[in-house]
């Protein structure tokens, strides 16, 4: 009898085992924006990376002169689709460097819990696990994920472009390692911009374009930020009252309309957005329409197979070239330059900015 209630007691719990398993099998996968490690946590990966790490990335792990950064869209996209057992590795594998493989469990998952913190994934009420092995459950996503059901990031077939909200792209737009591939300087001078012209940034975003403009074209000349987000526009306006910048205007524009005042705009600038419009050319014949007929279309977009444009749109949302060419055809516009200044060894590292080409388009 003893026997038989051991034996019996035994398949309940693996029989419980089961249903358990079973249970978290359906459950979604984890990623790290679901609070997988804590506040304390972090502080003490904090200190650790100090000691351990940041003579190669630098403090904070924004980069070195020996490593890259740890943070940003760069560091992102590398482990974008990964998870975080692989991050785990990578640190136990490679660092510190000459002292590989000692670095603890518990302290490298504090650092990483650090790792995650820097790169603006929330804490939760749970440690980060210390094995690699439960550590694979943990998928690293680089984007956070949309809610199911009809929010305001998605996206309806055939449409293109990222319905972020608008606080969202204040992040992801201000990151300071950015800035430096946007090459602000040189784009201005190569526009050959002049006092008194009005230009239009379309998809302005935090304005890094829209304050440059307004000085280049001052006194008499005007920058509008065309954007459909508000939250984006209240911004710029804040950055240009800082900066006493007077000569900038914001347009609350609508997806497929940028609403320029007519026949005023002599340069429509358009950084890496133009792909987010719906219907390309039916966006352009708007365009065109409102431009003065001296008026410039210019082009700045991610390079078609450039691996971090791959990363984060599908190849229906990314354009090339050659369909620019034939949507500026039908509304009676050629190519009138065409510049470098993205491309290859042109294009800073280190900035998580994809290659990019650079047109011109004029009637």
């Known amino acids: 009898m003893t026997m038989g209630r051991r034996s019996s007691a035994g398949f ?14 359906a459950q979604p ?28 990335h630098g403090p904070s792990g924004a980069g070195g002169g020996m490593a890259g950064a740890l ?29 590989e ?24 009420q749970t440690e980060l696990p210390s094995q690699g092995m439960a550590l694979k459950a943990i998928k690293y996503v680089a984007q956070k994920p949309v809610a199911a059901g009809p929010q305001q990031g998605d996206r309806p077939p055939g449409t293109h472009q990222d319905n ?29 911009l002049k006092p008194g012209d009005v230009v239009a940034d379309i998809g302005s975003g935090t304005g890094a374009y829209t304050l440059p403009f307004a000085k280049a074209v001052a006194p008499t000349g005007k920058a509008l930020a065309v954007d459909i987000w508000p939250e984006l526009l209240g911004y710029i306006k804040q950055k240009a009252a800082n900066e006493n910048v007077t000569n900038l205007q914001t347009v609350l524009a609508a997806l497929d309309d940028p609403r320029l005042p007519p026949n005023v705009v002599d340069v429509a600038f358009f950084h890496d957005v ?10 352009l014949r708007v365009l065109a329409s409102q431009l003065k007929p001296s008026g410039r279309i210019v082009i700045v977009e991610q390079e078609f197979d ?45 900035t998580g900015m994809p290659e990019r080409w650079f047109v011109v388009y004029a009637r």
């Open 12 to 25: 309940v719990a693996i029989w419980a085992a089961g249903i358990f398993s079973a249970a978290l099998g």
């Open 29 to 56: 996968p984890r990623t790290v924006w679901d609070g997988v490690y804590t506040v304390e946590q972090a502080k003490r990966g904090a200190v650790l990376f100090d000691e351990r790490c940041a003579e190669c």
């Open 71 to 99: 943070a940003g869209a760069a560091f992102s996209a590398n482990y974008d689709g990964q998870t975080v057992g692989d991050l785990f590795d990578r640190n136990r594998t490679t660092m510190p460097p000459g002292r």
């Open 101 to 124: 493989g000692q670095l603890l469990g518990p302290d490298n998952a504090a650092i990483i819990a650090f790792m995650l913190q820097f790169n603006d994934f929330p804490a939760g």
């Open 164 to 192: 972020t909200g608008g606080q969202e792209w204040i992040r992801r737009l201000e990151r300071p390692e950015r800035i430096p591939g946007l090459k602000i300087d040189e784009v201005v001078a190569t526009l050959k």
């Open 274 to 283: 133009f792909h987010n419009t719906n219907d390309r050319q039916a966006y």
């Open 306 to 350: 450039d691996p971090i444009a791959k990363k984060w749109d599908k190849p229906e949302d990314r354009i090339t070239r050659e369909q620019v060419k034939g949507w500026m055809a039908a509304v009676g516009f050629a190519l009138n330059a065409e510049f470098d200044i993205f491309k290859g060894a042109s294009n800073p590292q280190g």
